[in-house]
């Protein structure tokens, strides 16, 4: 998921922390979860997928197409100047 271990213990053991959209799609994309159990992840995060926004498109198009490679997806995220998943 491109997030280091301090991170995910954080989210983990912290009732209070709230991990940014980019770290939430970190971990859907590593757990290889579909576009619905994404928008149902991103939700509980307090977070929904804008088609207004590139970064959202860009991760949710590699979703669709079942392309779970973080390094894939950042790669085009750099590309368009986009936060990297996971940072």
Do not use: W
Request: glycine content about 2%; aromatic content about 10%; proline content about 1%.
């Amino acid at each position: 998921a491109q997030i280091d271990r301090r991170l995910f213990s954080k989210i983990c053991s912290s009732n209070d922390y709230h991990p940014k959209k980019s770290t939430v799609l970190a971990l859907a994309i590593a757990l290889k979860l579909t576009l619905e159990e994404t928008n149902d992840l991103l939700s509980s995060a307090g977070y929904t997928l804008s088609h207004s926004i590139l970064f959202d498109v860009i991760v949710e198009f590699y979703i669709k197409e079942k392309v779970y490679d973080v390094m894939k997806i950042n790669e085009v995220l750099y590309e368009y100047d986009e936060t990297l998943l996971g940072s």
